[in-house]
């Protein structure tokens, strides 16, 4: 079986979440020949050092992440929001810093009911950073949608992707098809984007 690298990981770092640890997972690239890995476990980065040191050891590509929960208002805002989600990869050094600073945010200023940050924040701490929307409401209008992925354009430029969860293909058929157009219309590339949270079939029944 041939396999890709998947860009929206998480590992046991983010408790009980994932049942993939840093070394099955390297295990599991080495034996299937993948050059590049990603980690984005939501809002910390607490593997991203032990992934970046042994997949560079086993010569594989490390693709640091963090999948982040973006609410409208600001993020220090106590009561209940409705968020939005995206993955941010770091380019070098100082897309790694501004990665840390967001994870910081979230964790201390935007933890209520759930970790989060905000676009002013996300603005702050852009630099060296690349974006894929990752899970946007499929209850929005067409412009409404447009109007969200703007802001990310805005910050992001050549840098943003509208993510396509391959796990709702089926599920979220027409929102998926939305999404298509407005990537045409608006002229951003698309990337197909799967949850991974076990490497292996016969694990999704223990997860």
């Known amino acids: ?11 046991d770092y983010e408790l ?3 049942l993939i640890k840093i070394d ?3 295990n599991f690239a080495k034996e299937n020949n993948l050059k590049a890995l990603a980690l984005t ?9 032990e992934i970046y040191q042994k997949a ?3 010569d594989i590509k490390p693709l640091i992440g963090v999948e982040f929960n973006i609410c409208k208002e600001k993020s220090e805002t106590k009561r209940k929001q409705t968020l939005s989600q995206i993955l941010l990869f770091a380019k070098n050094n100082v897309g790694f810093k501004n990665l840390i600073q967001l994870s910081n945010h979230a964790n201390i200023k ?8 905000d676009i002013d924040v996300l603005k702050r701490y852009s630099e060296g950073l690349i974006c894929i929307t990752y899970e946007l409401l499929p209850n929005k209008t067409s412009a409404q949608l447009i109007e969200q992925i703007k802001k990310y354009k805005i910050i992001f430029g050549e840098d943003l992707y509208i993510g396509l969860k391959g796990n709702e293909l089926n599920l979220r058929e027409k929102h998926i098809l939305n999404l298509i157009n407005i ?8 990337v197909i984007t799967i949850e991974t949270r076990y490497l292996k079939k016969d694990e999704f029944s223990k997860f």
């Not at 935007?110 to 940050?117: D, L, M, P, S, V």
Request: include cysteine.
């Open 16 to 18: 009980c979440q994932s």
């Open 183 to 190: 990537a045409q219309k608006l002229k951003i590339k698309p």
């Open 56 to 58: 560079v050891k086993n």
């Open 41 to 49: 476990d939501n809002s910390i980065m607490s593997g991203s050092i």
């Open 24 to 26: 099955s997972y390297i």
């Open 110 to 117: 935007g933890k209520h009911e759930n970790f989060r940050i």
């Open 1 to 11: 079986m041939n396999y890709i690298t998947q860009l929206n990981v998480h590992s």
